[in-house]
C-alpha cells in the first residue's frame, strides 16, 4: 500500500531559525511528489513538483529536494507568515492523479 | 484569474438529511478532484474526473456518495442519508489534464 509519512508533526522555530521538514513515501513507480501549504480554515496552496530523484526547486525562503525515498523541504531563514501546515503528497496507486497525502507538519514560526 | 469555489462554504445538517457540496473550478481545467479531510489529517481521495465521466471512483467509501460533472465544468457532491462520521472538510481540486492540482477553500460539513 502506498504511503507518505511526514516529520515531525509540529516545528517550532524562532524567527531566521533555517530547518528541513521530511516526507518519506513507498510509492511504487514514483510519478510526481508534491508540496503544499495549508493555512488554518483555507484549502492546500500548491508549492512544488518533484518528478525524479535529484530534482531541486526554489521559490523564496523554500527549497524543495527529493531522492529516491524521501523528499526534504527546506526553510532558510524562516519568517512568522511562513507558519502553515505543509503537506506532502505523491501520485499513487501507479496513476498520474491520485494524490495520497501525509498528515503534514504544522510550522510555527516566532518572531 | 479566479481560483476553485465551493458553496456553500459551511453547512450543518441533521442525521439522516441530503446534502450537495458545489464545486467551480478554474476555468479550462479538464480535471476535477475531490477529497474529504479530518481533523489533523491529510487530504484523502474521493473521486476523480476527466471531463464529464468520473474516471476513479475508488475513493467514495460507500453507496451514499455520489459526485456528477454533467457538462464537464461545475460539479456536485452528493451525500444521501448523512452520518456523523460524514463530517469533515470537503476538498474540490481542479488541473490542467493530470498536472498540478489547484485546491478551492472547501466545504465543512458538520452532521449532528
Known amino acids: 500500500e502506498d504511503q507518505v509519512t511526514q516529520s515531525p508533526e509540529a516545528l517550532r522555530l524562532q524567527e531566521g531559525e533555517s530547518s528541513s521538514l521530511n516526507c518519506s513515501y513507498t510509492?511504487?513507480?514514483?510519478?510526481?511528489l508534491f508540496w503544499y501549504r495549508q493555512d488554518p480554515g483555507k484549502g492546500p496552496e500548491f508549492l512544488f513538483t518533484l518528478y525524479s530523484a535529484g530534482e531541486e526547486k526554489e521559490k523564496e525562503r523554500l527549497k524543495a529536494t527529493l531522492t529516491k525515498k524521501e523528499s526534504f523541504l527546506h526553510i532558510t531563514a524562516p519568517k512568522p507568515e511562513d507558519s502553515a501546515t505543509y503537506l506532502c503528497?505523491?501520485?499513487?496507486?501507479?496513476?498520474?492523479?491520485?494524490?495520497?497525502f501525509g498528515k503534514g507538519t504544522l510550522l510555527t514560526v516566532n518572531p | 484569474g479566479a481560483g476553485v469555489s465551493q458553496t456553500p462554504s459551511n453547512k450543518v445538517t441533521e442525521k439522516g438529511k441530503y446534502v450537495e457540496l458545489r464545486c467551480d473550478p478554474i476555468s479550462g481545467h479538464t480535471a476535477l478532484y475531490w477529497y474529504r479531510q479530518s481533523l489533523g489529517q491529510g487530504p484523502e481521495f474521493l473521486i476523480y474526473?476527466?471531463?464529464?465521466?468520473?474516471?476513479?471512483d475508488s475513493g467514495l467509501p460507500n453507496d451514499r456518495f455520489f459526485a456528477v460533472r454533467p457538462e464537464g465544468s461545475v460539479s456536485t457532491l452528493k451525500i444521501q442519508r448523512t452520518e456523523r462520521g460524514d463530517s469533515a472538510v470537503y476538498l474540490c481540486?481542479?488541473?490542467?489534464?493530470?498536472?498540478?492540482?489547484?485546491f478551492g477553500p472547501g466545504t465543512r460539513l458538520t452532521v449532528l
Open positions: 474526473f476527466q471531463g464529464t465521466g468520473a474516471a476513479d
Open positions: 481540486a481542479s488541473s490542467v489534464q493530470n498536472n498540478e492540482q489547484f
Open positions: 510509492v511504487s513507480g514514483l510519478r510526481g
Open positions: 503528497a505523491c501520485h499513487s496507486g501507479g496513476s498520474n492523479y491520485k494524490l495520497t
